[in-house]
């Protein structure tokens, strides 16, 4: 499974996909064990020694393979398979990459602005909308524990691939989704500083920590409010997607509204779920959304994204399957 900070194609062969981080936030905080698992013990020989009743045991490797003219040889390999790297492990060495990378216009990762946290009457209006939205917690639930849990199955939905038929369609998408996690920790850490020198802010308080009234059905997570991380993202995976996926997943059907497409909706959705279950504010939402484009600028930039990854998964949808 593959979580939101909450991955999703479960099927890594052998990495065990990306556990949800009890309820954090679009996606992520996986605990990884092989999915393959080889016991190896004792199997009986073809034959029967002629003096014995009984078939000797093997090992492996086999018993008379150690004996001085009787071994195979070892092969040339030179490198670990690039896609033998699970999509999980990459998209975590990829920060590296990222962090030295700057976008088109000079940004650097540690230098967004994101809207101040709204406070007030602004603030008064958000807790109001989150109490009328408790009535819709019950449509909401089933597939916002699901966005928790394995928010890249969603994605996944739209126009039908995975970790199989799209390799590396999926580590883009998983490269989104740890880079997004990524950045909303570092602005998570930074909000709400008393003093512009402070080495750390104070975060924003959840939603339930100002109204009883929007106790949360599930546990709240263990970071601040603002920004959304299952926002950042969900906003981020859709940018990085809609630069490989067919036209039908990233055009309109509103010509008067760029976010109309089905990449964008499946993000707006995603946050806007996480308002209806009091986790937060429809601002921490706005928040992510600002981080993730301003983020996506950057990682386009990448190296390794501009010149492998994005080129060849824009490749897997080119014809004939598309």
């Not at 964008?264 to 209806?276: G, I, K, S, Y």
Request: hydrophobic share 35%.
């Amino acid at each position: 499974m593959v979580g939101g900070i909450g991955f999703a194609d479960g099927g890594d062969g052998g990495d065990g996909g990306d556990g949800g981080d009890g309820g954090d936030g679009g996606a992520l905080s996986a605990v990884y064990s092989s999915a393959a698992w080889r016991p190896i013990g004792v199997s009986p020989a073809l034959t029967k020694p002629p003096a014995d009743d009984w078939w000797r045991g093997d090992k492996w490797p086999p018993a008379d393979w150690d004996t001085p003219n009787n071994r195979w040889p070892n092969t040339t390999a030179s490198r670990f398979p690039r896609r033998a790297w699970s999509s999980h492990y990459y998209s975590i060495a990829m920060l590296g990459e990222f962090t030295q990378t700057s976008s088109q216009t000079g940004l650097r990762w540690d230098q967004i602005v994101l809207p101040p946290i709204p406070v007030g009457q602004q603030l008064t209006g958000e807790i109001n909308e989150l109490i009328q939205l408790i009535d819709y917690r019950p449509g909401v639930m089933a597939e916002a524990l699901m966005q928790r849990d394995n928010m890249l199955a969603y994605w996944c939905g739209v126009l039908m691939f995975g970790q199989s038929s799209h390799p590396w369609t999926f580590d883009l998408m998983a490269i989104a989704l740890h880079v997004g996690q990524f950045q909303v920790m570092h602005y998570k850490r930074m909000a709400n500083k008393t003093n512009p020198g402070d080495a750390e802010g104070k975060g924003r308080p959840r939603p339930s920590q100002l109204s009883p009234a929007l106790m949360p059905p599930i546990e709240v997570p263990g970071h601040a409010s603002y920004p959304s991380g299952h926002a950042t993202e969900a906003y981020l995976i859709s940018k990085c997607l809609a630069t490989v996926m067919p036209a039908a997943a990233s055009t309109p059907y509103d010509p008067a509204d760029a976010d109309s497409t089905a990449l964008q909706r499946l993000a707006q959705r995603t946050a806007r779920n996480r308002e209806v279950l009091g986790l937060h504010y429809p601002s921490d939402s706005q928040a992510g959304k600002v981080l993730a484009q301003a983020t996506f600028e950057i990682l386009r930039e990448c190296p390794t994204i501009r010149n492998v990854i994005q080129p060849y998964a824009a490749a897997e949808w080119a014809a004939p399957q598309y």
